[in-house]
């Protein structure tokens, strides 16, 4: 059974359950005791599906799907009164409609937020070129010098050992070596091209911002933190070059 057909399933027990509840609510406010550990399980199966729910309603909602709770609701009473007036080949089929109508809606979605994110990144990196000290490269790679090293520069083909920060436009961390508080070894040649052409720049011991376009970035791609099309910025000290032995694997 597709995901939005469970999804829809317990969003009908819940609304059904509550809306059968609140009568006798209203008659008597029940006590919650969660002093036994499985009082405290049973609250905690409740409050999981319930925040569950409300996240999954939202995410509805948000791409322009809003359900009827009332028909929620008495889909679920004529069920269980085994009177439902849609058989269980119309249910999922018309479940399975939702499903494709989401993932539809999804992909409209994220192909506008795409262009928009396309369109901030080549407006900031149009202004960034014009600021003093930034330097862009033919391939339209920019970058400052923070710090300038005076050992030797690295080749496409050397492993690299650096700390770094990475952030979005507005200045949100999606990755740091900083945070983690351990420098991070890998290929030169195994990462994103923003990357290789840049740190090939730096002498080692050299400190370089960078304002890396989305096409020498990820792309297109969505990775969650990072939006498709996104132009990331990174702060990067090349530590040291090292034999390809000392590598971990690039992301």
Not at 48 to 70: C, I, M, P, R, T
Request: glycine share 8%; net charge negative; hydrophobic share 35%.
């Amino acid at each position: 059974m597709r995901k939005t057909i469970k999804l829809s399933l317990i969003a009908a027990s819940v609304l059904a359950l509550t809306a059968c509840n609140q009568e006798a609510k209203k008659e008597q406010q029940v006590e919650v005791k969660l002093e036994t550990e499985a009082q405290q399980q049973a609250y905690g199966i409740g409050a999981s599906v319930g925040n569950f729910l409300n996240q999954d309603l939202a995410d509805k909602k948000a791409l322009g799907v809003e359900l009827d709770e009332a028909l929620l609701k008495r889909g679920f009473e004529d069920a269980l009164a085994g009177n439902a007036k849609l058989d269980d080949e119309k249910i999922r089929e018309v479940l399975t409609a939702l499903d494709q109508s989401i993932r539809t809606k999804q992909q409209e979605k994220a192909k506008v937020e795409a262009e928009k994110s396309k369109a901030e990144g080549e407006k900031f990196l149009a202004e960034n070129a014009k600021k003093e000290g930034v330097t862009v490269t033919e391939s339209g790679l920019q970058y400052e010098v923070i710090t300038e090293g005076e050992g030797e520069k690295p080749v496409a083909t050397d492993v690299v050992k650096v700390h770094y920060k990475g952030t979005l436009l507005d200045g949100t961390e999606f990755d740091s070596s900083y945070s983690r508080n351990e420098p991070t070894t890998f290929p030169l040649n195994r990462v994103i091209p923003g990357w290789t052409e840049g740190l090939q720049l730096m002498p080692v011991g050299s400190k370089y911002k960078f304002t890396i376009p989305s096409e020498l970035a990820y792309g297109e791609r969505d990775l969650g933190k990072i939006p498709a099309n996104s132009t990331l910025v990174f702060e990067v000290e090349l530590l040291e070059i090292q034999s390809d032995d000392k590598a971990v694997p690039a992301e």
